[in-house]
């Protein structure tokens, strides 16, 4: 059963930077064709891709959003990891974690999301 | 950036048939796919995969759900509606990058 689970500061300032975990079991990032993925989705709206990694270390960033963004990984201990910098009002959002199945590159299963509030 | 286009909202009698439809500004056919997913979401929930390239089942759906389309046009169908299936429905494309649609509401008549 594949699991993923975010966790982050809940709350931080303008001009903060943003670091977010994904902890996720029944799958391994050093499996070829594996990836993880980072959405957000600001309260009422919908649903924009940020980044995502796949099990070669090759990325892939939104390009509105690339020069703040940086997406990693820790393969032995099941993580994946996304700083965000220059967080602003704007920023406030659910974000979640996904597995992207790289053979249909779809998002098969996500995580609970972690929400985070940027206020000074 | 591929722009995908929802209707807002589409208001449904239970055991009726609802097709949410979802066209794009670029085709996302490559190799005899269309990628082309839909997630449905509920309120306070995260996104759960319904349909992936654009007619196939996600594992543990039920086959009131289907999908077709190709190229810039796709449909989701619901048939028969229940009252569970209350969410907003949102497709994807995964062949330049991912952009998500804006999402459409089902809502019960």
């Known amino acids: 059963q594949v699991t993923l689970k975010e966790s982050g500061p809940g709350i931080l300032q303008p001009s903060q930077t943003l670091s977010l975990t994904c902890s996720f079991s029944g799958f391994s990032l050093s499996t070829y064709g594996m990836c993880v993925g980072w959405i957000r989705q600001s309260s009422g709206k919908g649903l924009e891709w940020l980044a995502n990694?796949?099990?070669?270390?090759?990325?892939y960033y939104n390009p509105s959003l690339k020069n703040r963004l940086t997406i990693s990984k820790d393969t032995s201990n099941n993580q994946a990891f996304l700083k965000i910098t220059n967080m602003d009002t704007a920023d406030t959002a659910t974000y979640y974690c996904?597995?992207?199945?790289?053979?249909?590159?779809?998002?098969?299963?996500w995580g609970q999301g972690a929400s985070v509030t940027v206020s000074s | 950036d591929i722009v995908l286009t929802q209707s807002p909202a589409l208001a449904v009698s239970l055991g009726q048939r609802a097709t949410i439809s979802c066209k794009t500004n670029q085709n996302v056919d490559y190799y005899g796919n269309s990628y082309m997913h839909w997630y449905q979401q509920k309120p306070g929930q995260q996104p759960k995969l319904l349909i992936y390239l654009a007619s196939n089942l996600a594992s543990g759906i039920p086959a009131r759900f289907s999908g077709r389309g190709s190229g810039t046009d796709f449909t989701l169908t619901i048939d028969p509606v229940e009252a569970d299936d209350t969410a907003t429905y949102y497709c994807q494309q995964s062949r330049n990058l991912y952009t998500f649609g804006a999402g459409t509401k089902l809502e019960l008549k």
């Open positions: 990694i796949w099990w070669n270390d090759d990325k």
């Open positions: 996904a597995r992207i199945y790289g053979d249909y590159y779809v998002m098969d299963a």
